[in-house]
């Protein structure tokens, strides 16, 4: 069984020090701040907004590896997979942990100024 990301964020999902899911998330927070809330709209209901839609992001990314189910050759590495998106939807929505929050150099995710 791989890792998945469990121990160490994945080389691949890497930009410098920054994973692709907190890059993910960022533009999540920027949609939220800049499409859907009105100006003046403070900074927390945006967060509640960004997040609603970074977990609809983590969900179909979920149904994406559950509906692939081994089709390209790994099945548990699929059901892992899935697994962590559905963590990480769950924690975006209620602040359940982190699936990376079992890493050594976990660090919590931070909305962009």
């Known amino acids: 069984m791989s890792d998945n ?10 930009v410098g020090a920054r994973e692709a ?4 998330r960022d533009m999540a927070f920027t949609t939220a701040k800049e499409a859907l809330c009105p ?3 403070p900074d927390g209901h945006i967060r509640v907004v960004a997040d609603k839609l ?3 992001a983590c969900d179909t990314h979920a149904l ?7 089709r ?13 998106w559905r963590a990480m939807a769950e924690h975006a929505r209620t ?4 699936p990376r929050s079992r890493r050594a150099d976990y660090k919590p995710y931070v909305y962009p100024d």
Request: glycine fraction near 16%; charge should be negative.
């Open 54 to 56: 970074f977990a609809h």
């Open 21 to 24: 899911v907190d890059m993910m």
């Open 5 to 14: 990301g469990t121990t160490q964020a994945p080389a691949r999902y890497l």
């Open 64 to 70: 994406k590896y559950a509906v692939r189910g081994g």
């Open 72 to 84: 390209k050759g790994d099945p548990e590495g699929d059901i892992e997979k899935m697994a962590w």
């Open 39 to 41: 100006p003046g709209t």
């Open 95 to 98: 602040g359940s942990p982190d």
